[in-house]
């Protein structure tokens, strides 16, 4: 698979460097059993996970908790997600043959009932292997309180978890596991954090990237892409993608990237309800000033949505650095991500 293939990768001739991640992700995998992969939007983290449980040859279960319902979500919809991918695993298929509570048949894999009880038995069924919750800071909508079952496991199984996040401060937040009164308190864990790609880093990449293609990318291009998509690979490999297969020029693929964007953070600030005009508001004077301090975000708000209490913006600002939309470097905040930033500016 080439560089430039938009799925998550998951093996390791198609994974681009990364080496120092990859190899505590590995460590993590063999010494360890509880493992945190976090990094904002597109920076590789699906891919880092699949790449090195491959590379360590381990079974494990994937749940992408993008695919759970928006609202609060049951258990039921959560082991729904798990039976689908149960069935998919021929090994856990012959694993949970005969577990009681578990049904196996040409339907695939279904429990009889789908409670917390027959989630924590097919948990313990699953020693040894590896469970992904990638972006669990969703799983902090589920009733049936989660965290407390991965304590559980912890505590009772040899059942390795990994969980990623891209909206990081609301990942911490469901694990919470700096806060004394928390279910998965005092659990060691191993946090494998993912980084943008350094300029020569990300140079390299589209280099071989389009070598791979058979491409001759004037470097302009080339230099032009690194301005607009930053080191964030998963940009990088959508600018790849389509300037080698759809043939457009680097601006229309910046404009179509920044419009996905602007939908992206559209609907991330879905769940704010009546509020969401001020968040809108705030990201717009944020990506305008390029860099704006605190005072100049109130300003902003009041002159066109009418007066915001300090805590009101507060929590704002709180709950979009949690979303990894932007974040605060000297008492300045700013996006964090060049094409969000672009698209707010035009279609937000
Ligand atoms: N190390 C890598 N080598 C080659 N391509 C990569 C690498 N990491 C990521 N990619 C590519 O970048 C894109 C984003 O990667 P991936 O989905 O793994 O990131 P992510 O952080 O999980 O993104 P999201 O936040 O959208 O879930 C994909 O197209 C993937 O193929
Ligand atoms: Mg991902």
């Known amino acids: 698979m080439p560089y430039f293939s938009p799925e998550p990768k998951s093996n390791i001739e198609d994974f681009f460097d990364m080496e120092e991640e990859l190899q505590l992700f590995l460590e993590a995998i063999k010494y360890g059993r509880f493992?945190?992969?976090?990094?904002?939007?597109?920076?590789?983290?699906?891919?880092?996970?699949?790449?090195?449980?491959?590379?360590?040859?381990?079974?494990?279960?994937?749940?992408?908790?993008?695919?759970?319902?928006?609202?609060?979500?049951?258990?039921?919809?959560?082991?729904?997600?798990?039976?689908?991918?149960?069935?998919?695993?021929?090994?856990?298929?012959?694993l949970l043959r005969g577990v009681e509570g578990i049904s196996i048949g040409s339907f695939g894999v279904r429990f009889r009932e789908r409670s917390k009880g027959r989630l924590l038995s097919l948990l313990e069924n699953l020693d040894g292997r590896v469970l992904v919750l990638d972006e669990a800071q969703e799983l902090r909508r589920m009733g049936h309180r989660l965290d407390s079952i991965l304590a559980y496991v912890y505590d009772h199984q040899k059942l390795k978890v990994v969980v990623s996040g891209s909206q990081v401060g609301l990942l911490h937040r469901f694990?919470?596991?700096?806060?004394?009164?928390?279910?998965?308190?005092?659990?060691?864990?191993?946090?494998?954090?993912?980084?943008?790609?350094?300029?020569?880093?990300?140079?390299?990449?589209?280099?071989k990237g389009f070598e791979q293609e058979g491409v001759k990318?004037?470097?302009?291009?080339?230099?032009?892409?690194?301005?607009?998509?930053d080191g964030i690979i998963g940009w990088l490999t959508y600018f790849g993608y389509a300037s080698t297969r759809t043939h457009e020029p680097i601006e229309r693929i910046f404009?179509?990237?920044?419009?996905?964007?602007?939908?992206?953070?559209?609907?991330?600030?879905?769940?704010?309800?009546?509020?969401?005009?001020?968040?809108?508001?705030?990201?717009?004077?944020?990506?305008?000033?390029?860099?704006?301090?605190?005072?100049?975000?109130?300003?902003?708000?009041?002159?066109?949505?009418?007066?915001?209490?300090?805590?009101?913006?507060?929590?704002?600002?709180?709950?979009?650095?949690?979303?990894?939309?932007?974040?605060?470097?000297?008492?300045?905040?700013?996006?964090?991500?060049?094409?969000?930033?672009?698209?707010?500016?035009?279609?937000?």
């Open 35 to 94: 493992i945190v992969v976090s990094g904002l939007r597109r920076y590789g983290k699906t891919s880092l996970i699949l790449t090195g449980l491959s590379k360590a040859r381990q079974a494990y279960i994937f749940i992408d908790c993008r695919l759970l319902p928006q609202g609060k979500i049951s258990i039921n919809s959560f082991m729904e997600l798990l039976e689908e991918e149960l069935s998919r695993r021929s090994w856990a298929r012959g």
């Open 175 to 207: 694990l919470r596991l700096q806060e004394p009164d928390a279910p998965l308190f005092g659990r060691p864990y191993i946090e494998v954090r993912l980084k943008k790609l350094e300029v020569e880093k990300a140079r390299e990449f589209l280099m």
């Open 217 to 229: 990318m004037p470097q302009e291009v080339i230099e032009d892409a690194l301005k607009r998509f």
């Open 255 to 348: 404009e179509r990237a920044s419009r996905l964007a602007a939908n992206e953070v559209s609907n991330a600030l879905k769940i704010y309800g009546v509020a969401e005009p001020r968040y809108k508001e705030a990201l717009k004077i944020i990506s305008n000033l390029g860099n704006a301090r605190w005072i100049e975000i109130k300003r902003g708000i009041e002159s066109r949505l009418g007066r915001i209490p300090n805590n009101t913006l507060s929590t704002i600002i709180g709950n979009l650095v949690d979303q990894g939309l932007i974040e605060k470097i000297d008492e300045m905040y700013r996006t964090c991500d060049p094409i969000v930033r672009e698209g707010i500016l035009k279609f937000l």
